[in-house]
């Protein structure tokens, strides 16, 4: 089972910064968040994952709190492109751990 | 270089049928993982393959499928006898090391139905 709970579904508008939540309160120490996202139908595209600090890639910016507990994935200015299922996962690294996706929460961007 | 591919794109066939879903993971990557996604559902883990051996087969129905990554050639994921239920689409990921989550690249999947 996932180990993360996300909202099942929010709304943006184009060239607003969309703001992703997600908890994982039983996270342990050394697991990372990741962030994932699958625009309709086809397979899952990687975002951005960290540990403990703030992390900011091309695509986008990971805040996480600074009990782990929680998380909020960051779209700068979304864009209709964006328009995809986000999926909030904490995982292991190393050894052969798999990533378990959820149910994920659907972002539309409206123009 | 290119991605991860799955062929076929659409596989439709009658019940009791036999599928073969095919994987070539990206040039370098050793790994190769594949989920199933229901309609309207988030994707399930099936199984973990490196090259010739089987890592993680939990997320497998225990019955009707099997998969292997042989030496030589792509990942398959076969289905024997295929029932209505097997419908979905099959992604295959791949990545260059063990536990390297930030490096899953997937492909663009396999549609499943049977008829």
């Known amino acids: 089972d996932a180990k993360t709970t996300q909202p099942p579904s929010m709304d943006c508008a184009e060239g607003r910064a969309a703001n992703l939540p997600c908890n994982h309160s039983t996270i342990s120490g050394n697991e990372y968040v990741y962030w994932y996202r699958q625009i309709h139908s086809q397979g899952p595209q990687y975002i951005i994952h960290g540990l403990k600090n703030n992390e900011t890639n091309e695509m986008a910016s990971l805040i996480i709190t600074e009990d782990r507990k929680s998380s909020t994935l960051i779209l700068p200015h979304a864009t209709l492109r964006d328009t995809a299922v986000y999926y909030c996962i904490v995982s292991y690294q190393g050894g052969s751990e798999k990533l378990v996706f959820g149910k994920g929460m659907k972002l539309t961007v409206n123009p | 270089n290119a991605g991860v591919m799955q062929n076929p794109r659409h596989l439709v066939r009658r019940r009791g049928q036999e599928a073969r879903l095919r994987c070539s993971p990206m040039k370098g990557h050793s790994h190769v993982y594949w989920y199933r996604q229901l309609p309207e559902e988030g994707l399930k883990f099936m199984v973990y393959l490196q090259k010739e051996n089987i890592i993680d087969e939990s997320g497998m129905p225990k019955e009707r499928f099997s998969a292997e990554f042989p030496k030589e050639g792509p990942s398959i994921l076969r289905i024997q006898q295929v029932v209505r239920g097997d419908s979905a689409a099959y992604f295959c990921?791949?990545?260059?090391?063990?536990?390297?989550?930030?490096?899953?690249?997937f492909g663009s999947g396999t549609q499943l139905s049977v008829l």
């Open positions: 990921a791949s990545s260059p090391a063990a536990g390297m989550n930030e490096k899953l690249f």
